[in-house]
């Protein structure tokens, strides 16, 4: 006899987002980003090709970047998340979000927040000798970040408008300033 009891669709989370602690109940099918968008309100995160392709949709999680269109909400119990309205403010924006404006490092802009979140994340891995696969040397101290270095850690963030000179020199920038 085959049993009667549905099967639960939905489930309690808790993470911090931003640096607020945040509960919400959510349907167990709940993309982290329809979370973000949806539930908290949090627009700067971009749903693009809602199939990982474009990078429009990329956060940090516990520091890693992923793209939260393909991460369901109820896998991050208890996960730090920074979206790009947790790397600045419109008074104290971060060194990527200035490097941005400096370089005109953006065109329509949709793409913008997880350009700058993705750069965020990659100049950490970069900086923690985690190699890509431009990398020259796997056993190098540090990871020297040529423009084939940043273009191929960039890589799963496209920009339809191609700005990517700007967005390579405002990297450049802010990864040269970190030296």
Not at 9 to 34: E, P
Not at 39 to 51: A, F, V
Request: proline share 3%; glycine share 8%.
């Amino acid at each position: 006899m085959a049993s009667t009891t549905a099967a639960p669709n939905a489930a309690a989370i808790t993470f911090t987002v931003n640096g607020a602690v945040r509960a919400l109940d959510l349907d167990l099918r709940t993309t982290l980003l329809d979370a973000l968008r949806e539930h908290l309100d949090l627009k700067g995160t971009k749903k693009g090709c809602d199939h990982g392709q474009c990078g429009a949709c990329t956060v940090l999680v516990n520091g890693v970047r992923i793209n939260s269109c393909l991460s369901l909400a109820v896998m991050h119990q208890g996960d730090e998340i920074t979206t790009i309205e947790g790397l600045g403010t419109p008074t104290d924006l971060s060194d990527l979000q200035v490097a941005f404006l400096d370089r005109d490092a953006f065109q329509c802009g949709y793409c913008t927040p997880g350009q700058i979140c993705s750069a965020t994340g990659m100049l950490d891995e970069a900086a923690k000798g985690w190699p890509s696969s431009a990398t020259g040397d796997l056993n190098a101290a540090e990871i020297n970040l040529t423009d084939a270095e940043i273009r191929e850690r960039m890589s799963g963030n496209i920009c339809r408008c191609s700005a990517y000179p700007q967005i390579l020199d405002a990297i450049r920038d802010v990864a040269g300033a970190a030296t």
